[in-house]
């Protein structure tokens, strides 16, 4: 089993910068790779950000100008960082891990952007 905490949600305004962490517990040392989805009401879950134990990232084309993935194998983290934030990027922002054969999800965590 693998546990996933999300932190560093909140309210923002346009245009700020906010960044999520993610940590995993339990069993850490199957995870392979890590990563970030967020859904906003009535719409599926999409992928944001990935990042593999060998450092291999990617951010989906649409969000790579301002968003990044970054990991922590020693503390079992990711993080997702978000620049120049937009409204439209407010969603519930859910931290995921995959080991063999399972996934697991967090709780998920809300980030509205609004003046």
């Known amino acids: 089993q693998v546990q996933l905490t999300e932190f560093g949600g909140g309210l923002v305004q346009p245009g700020e910068s906010l960044t999520l962490s993610c940590a995993a517990s339990?069993?850490?040392?199957?995870?392979?790779?890590m990563g970030w989805y967020r859904q906003t009401p009535g719409q599926q879950r999409e992928l944001v950000a990935i990042?593999?134990?060998?450092?291999?990232?990617n951010v989906q084309d649409f969000l790579k100008d301002r968003f990044t993935i970054s990991g922590d194998n020693a503390a079992n983290t990711v993080h997702l960082h978000m620049n120049e934030l937009k409204p439209e990027d407010t969603a519930v922002y859910t931290c995921?891990?995959?080991?063999?054969?399972?996934?697991?999800w967090g709780r998920g965590t809300q980030v509205t952007v609004s003046s």
């Open positions: 995921h891990a995959r080991i063999i054969g399972n996934n697991y």
């Open positions: 990042i593999k134990t060998n450092g291999e990232s």
């Open positions: 339990g069993a850490t040392s199957r995870i392979f790779a």
